[in-house]
C-alpha cells in the first residue's frame, strides 16, 4: 500500500509537471507568434519591407514593415521609428499614430512602427511582465504585445563574452549585443540588431532621408529624461523645439541633451555620423521602468501610477515629478507625437528646403482629451488592402 501510494505521488507530481510545461509553452508560443494589426491610412503610398532596402534582414523576424507616405511634392523626408525597446509600448504607439492617420501634402514621412520585432517576442526575465497590452477604442479593445528592452535570444544567438561596438572598437556590456539602440550604424554580417541597423541605414541612404527620429522611454530615476537628445546637425532645431512646446504645450518641460561623441551604438550619435540625416531621440516618463516600482502589471505600464515611485520623488530621488495622476499612457503617446510634429514644423522654418506638410494627425490636447484609441482604427472593418501586421 505504501509503495502504491508513493508511485502515485510521484505520478501525480509528473502530471503537474507536464501541466506547468504545456501550459507555459502555448502561452510563450502565444505572445511569439502574436500579430498586431495596422490599419494604414487612405493615403500610404507604398509599404516596403526592410529586406528591400538590404537582405541582410531577409528571412528574419526584424524585416519590418516600413510604411511610406510620399507626397510627390519636392521637400524633405523624415524616418521615424518605435519599438527600439518593446518595454516601451508609447513608442510603437506612437509610430502607429502616424501609421493610421497620416496624410503628407509635401515631402515623405516614412515610419517604421516596431524596429526591433524579435524583442516584442520575449519579455525580460525575473521582472513578471504582462505579455500584452491593451487599449480601449470605440470599436473595441486593441492589443498589443509587450517585450524586452533586447532581442530575443532565439534570434540572436550566441551573446559574446564582451561586445565589441562596429566600427568603434567601444567595449560594452556583452547583452547590449541584442539592444538596437547600441548598435548602430550596423554591421552586415553581425548578429540580428547589427544587421537591423545596417539595413535601416541602407534605406536612410535609399530614400534620401533628412532627419530620423527614435522614440523612447525612461525610467524617471534616470537623468536623460523628458528631453530631446539632438546630433550637432539638429541643435537649432532641438532647441527652438523644445523651448515652444515647454513654454505652449506641455505641463511638464522637454529639455534638451546633446549627444554625446564618446558614447557608440546610439542612433542619435551613429544615424548623424554615418548618413546625412539629422537624428533625434526623445524620451518620456515611464514609471514601469522604475527599480523601485511596486507590482509590475498593466495597470502600472498603462496608469503610470505608482506609490513607491512617488515617494522616491518626495525624497529627491527621480528626474521627472510624479504626482497621484501618474504617467498615464495617453500624456506620454501625446508629447512623443506633439515633439514629432513640432520637429518637422521648426525644421520647416530653419531649412524651407526640406519642407514637410502633412495633417491628420491629433495633437497633444486632442489626445489627452480623446484617448489614444481613437486614432486606431478597426481591422475587422477595414479594407484588407491597407490591413498589415507587425
Known sequence: MKNMNIKFI???ILFIVFCVIGISGFLFREHRTFKEPVV???????????????????????????????SGVEGGTMLM??????????????????TENLNVTQGKIIVINRINISASTNTRMGEAYPRFFHVDTPWGVKTWRYGDRAANPLDSWPDPEVYIHYPSGQNLAYVDIRNINRNWPGKADGLLTERTAYAVMRLIEAEGVDMT??????????????????????????????????????DV??????????LHGLSHREIGDYSDAASYLVEVAEPMLDRIRGITDEELLMSGKDRFVMKAGEHGLLY?????????????VARHVETAKT?????????????ILFDGIPSYHE??????????????????????YD
Open 320 to 332: 521627472a515629478p510624479i504626482d497621484e495622476n501618474g504617467w498615464p499612457i495617453n500624456q506620454r
Open 367 to 388: 489626445i489627452l482629451e480623446n484617448g489614444i484609441g481613437a486614432y486606431y482604427n478597426d481591422p475587422s472593418m477595414a479594407n484588407p488592402n491597407y490591413v498589415y
Open 10 to 12: 510521484k505520478v501525480l
Open 40 to 70: 494604414v491610412s487612405e493615403h500610404i503610398t507604398t509599404v516596403k519591407k526592410l529586406s528591400d532596402y538590404s537582405d541582410v534582414v531577409k528571412g528574419t523576424v526584424n524585416d519590418c514593415n516600413v510604411y511610406i507616405f510620399d
Open 253 to 262: 518641460p522637454i529639455g534638451m541633451e546633446f549627444s554625446p561623441k564618446a
Open 213 to 250: 527620429l527614435d522614440y523612447h522611454e525612461a525610467e524617471l530615476e534616470y537623468p536623460v529624461e523628458n528631453t530631446i537628445v539632438t546630433h550637432e546637425k539638429g541643435n537649432e532645431v532641438a532647441a527652438m523645439t523644445s523651448m515652444l512646446l515647454t513654454s505652449q504645450v506641455f
Open 81 to 98: 521609428f518605435g519599438g527600439a525597446h518593446p518595454e516601451e509600448p508609447a513608442t510603437n504607439l506612437s509610430a502607429q499614430v502616424f
Open 343 to 355: 520637429i518637422m514644423q521648426v525644421n520647416n522654418m530653419v531649412r524651407p528646403e526640406q519642407t
